[in-house]
Structure formats: structure tokens, C-alpha cells
């Protein structure tokens, strides 16, 4: 039987590739994928706390992830990915790949240690 950890690792790893998947098919306009990849880590955030043996709703799923969100944006280094895409065609594309699996992968991990640390205080 897998550890919650080896659970957890899979959970995050599947909510990344569907991340890219959904990037890969929207259009190239900024946050035109949005709306999926919030459903994608709302979902991702329930299961989390479901491997912790913690029910949480919809909605306190997503408080979560906009917590955690602005966390992470806080952290993360902006990188002018329009002047490498003018001169490489495709780096923007896999610049956007990388960045939506990195945060997909930030975001789960601060779920799962927000989740470890409340499941450990009861």
C-alpha cells in the first residue's frame, strides 16, 4: 500500500499534467486558461486533504488556493518572457509549461504541509 506521501506525490503530479494539458490546448492570450487550472488545483487541494483524512468543501478549497496563490506569487521571479518570444518562436509556450507545473507543484506541496500540520494538531 502507498504511503499518504507517494499519494500525495501522485495527486500533484496528475493536477500538473492536466495544468499543462490545458495549457497546451488554450489560446496564447494571458490567463485564457484560468478557469481550468483553478478547477484543476481546487480538485487537486481536495484530494490532498481527503489522503490527511480531512473533508474540506469546494469553497474552502478554493480560500485555500487563493491563499496559497498569493504566497507563491510572491516568491516567484518574473522572467520577460515576451522578449524571448519574439526572438525564439515556442519559448514562450514551454515558458508558460514550465511555470504552470512549477506553481501546480508549489501549490500542492503548501497544501499538503498546511494539511500535515492540521492533521498533527489534533
Known amino acids: ?15 500538473a499534467i492536466a495544468s499543462c494539458a490545458i495549457d497546451a490546448g488554450s489560446a496564447p492570450a494571458p490567463e485564457s486558461d484560468s478557469t481550468e487550472i483553478v478547477s484543476i488545483h481546487t480538485n487537486m487541494i481536495m484530494a490532498i486533504a481527503s489522503e490527511h483524512g480531512i473533508e474540506i468543501s469546494n469553497a474552502d478549497a478554493a480560500d485555500l488556493l487563493q491563499s496559497l496563490s498569493e504566497t507563491i506569487k510572491g516568491r516567484q521571479v518574473h522572467l520577460s518572457r515576451q522578449a524571448m518570444a519574439g526572438w525564439l518562436p515556442g519559448i514562450d509556450n514551454a515558458n508558460n509549461d514550465s511555470a504552470k507545473t512549477a506553481r501546480t507543484e508549489a501549490i500542492g506541496w503548501a497544501a499538503n504541509s498546511h494539511f500535515d500540520q492540521t492533521e498533527n494538531k489534533d
Open 1 to 15: 500500500m502507498a504511503s499518504t506521501k507517494q499519494n500525495v506525490h501522485d495527486i500533484i503530479s496528475a493536477a
